[in-house]
């Protein structure tokens, strides 16, 4: 017996540190947005790069470029965390590079993006200069009118909650009119109970899904205030829409266990499967 369980937890082991978080895999999702969009817009969202941790290379970045130009979405999101600040078994990767391979990301209407506390912590000016000479376009505490196929969408981005003086009122003020569709991004969902009724969907990243994820107890760390409530997924709350997607990289310990490595392409529609 004690051999089977010696076993068992190689080859937990093996796979929590090695097979899961080599790996990457396309997550598929679907939300209605009760809204003007007369027809559906796909979001590619890539989050927790932390390019430099383990399995987190420039080759793999490069993968993942692909995978999105090829998933031919309309506009995508950039939801911070792109460095690594710290991360057994790392390597740092400036930021210069990582933000070269950014730069061949294709979307219809632009690659829009925000900075994650890992960024700010390393160095906010300079992770903001790479990734703006690269053509990607920051919104911190910003918003961007888009004119659609699907109608006009307004992006909101949210400066990050832990380490940013975020604003989530100085971002609405370019909010000019009432009926267009709003879809908030920044790194963390705790911001999210600021946001206001008129934002139909937020979209966030920062927590990994909580990086281990325990059959009936979920995941037993979560970095964030409200503790599993904004670790992965899809929520409602109040009939407010949050997204959290749960990302690529690792930081402190590199490992995933029943959370793998994912980018996303979000659907947003009035109505999912029509």
């Known amino acids: 017996m004690s051999g089977g369980l010696l076993c068992s937890g190689l080859v937990l ?16 999702e679907c939300i209605e947005l009760d809204s003007r969009l007369a ?5 590619g969202i890539l989050t927790d790069l932390h390019i430099g941790s383990p399995f987190n290379g420039l080759d793999k970045l490069e993968k993942i470029v692909i995978e999105m130009n090829a998933s031919e979405s309309d506009v995508v999101l950039l939801l911070g965390d792109f460095v690594i600040h710290g991360v057994t078994g790392g390597s740092f990767v400036p930021p210069e590079q990582i933000a070269a391979q950014l730069g061949r990301l294709r979307a219809r209407y632009g690659v829009f993006g925000v900075l994650g506390n890992h ?15 690269a053509g990607v376009r920051l ?36 909010v000019t009119d009432r009926e267009s569709p709003v879809i908030a991004f920044t ?57 959290v997607a749960t990302g690529v990289g690792t930081s402190i310990l590199p490992i995933r266990f029943r959370v793998p490595p994912a980018i996303t392409v979000l659907t947003v529609s ?3 499967g029509a």
């Not at 960024?119 to 000479?133: I, Q, Y």
């Open 119 to 133: 960024d700010v912590w390393f160095d906010a000016a300079r992770v903001r200069r790479a990734l703006e000479s």
């Open 39 to 43: 027809g559906a817009l796909r979001l």
């Open 270 to 272: 009035r109505r999912c």
């Open 187 to 243: 790194h963390n969902p705790d911001v999210f109970p600021e946001m206001p009724d008129r934002v139909n969907l937020t979209v966030a990243g920062h927590t990994h899904g909580g990086q281990v994820r325990l059959p009936l107890i979920g995941a037993p760390i979560v970095p964030s205030e409200f503790g599993q409530r904004f670790a992965a997924g899809h929520i409602v709350e109040q009939g407010r829409r949050l997204y």
């Open 13 to 28: 082991t093996a796979w929590s540190f090695w097979w899961e978080p080599a790996g990457l895999r396309l997550e598929k």
């Open 139 to 174: 919104l911190e505490d910003r918003a961007a009118r888009l004119e659609t196929d699907a109608g006009p969408l307004w992006l909101v981005g949210v400066s990050d909650y832990w380490t940013q003086p975020h604003n989530v009122k100085a971002a609405m003020s370019d």
